[in-house]
């Protein structure tokens, strides 16, 4: 499975950008996926997952300001980010998980094989 993200910037605070995350290779049946950011020094945070049964889950830092969807025909990820602040500032990962259902079982760490695309950055300037 590979996966590679795009949609990366540099934009200002309260602006808008999407993430696209193109998975190809064969998966599990029942897969979830999600979106991780991290910045330099600090662990990798959880923002949003999607379960093979279409719900959702977000970190309370972007609940209500990003989106996460799906697009099965083009096997594509995306994350709508929104009202962007500088703490949003990070390099973001897109991620699949086989074996899992629900969005709480991906953002609650999936026991199935997982995989990981090389990053996009996002920069938020004030």
């Known amino acids: 499975v590979e996966l590679v993200e795009s949609g990366g910037g540099s934009v200002q605070a309260g602006g808008s950008l999407t993430l696209s995350c193109s998975k190809s290779?064969?998966?599990?049946?029942?897969?979830?996926m999600g979106w991780f950011r991290q910045v330099p020094e600090q662990g990798r945070e959880g923002v949003a997952f999607?379960?093979?049964?279409?719900?959702?889950t977000y970190s309370a830092s972007v609940k209500g300001r990003f989106t996460i969807t799906k697009d099965h025909g083009k096997d594509t990820l995306y994350l709508q980010m929104s009202d962007l602040k500088p703490g949003d500032t990070a390099m973001y990962y897109c991620?699949?998980?086989?074996?899992?259902?629900?969005?709480?079982?991906?953002?609650?760490?999936?026991?199935?094989?997982?995989?990981w695309g090389q990053g996009t950055q996002v920069t938020v300037s004030s």
């Open positions: 991620a699949a998980f086989e074996k899992c259902v629900t969005a709480a079982q991906a953002s609650g760490g999936s026991t199935g094989m997982h995989y």
């Open positions: 290779g064969v998966i599990y049946s029942t897969y979830c």
């Open positions: 999607i379960g093979s049964d279409e719900s959702t």
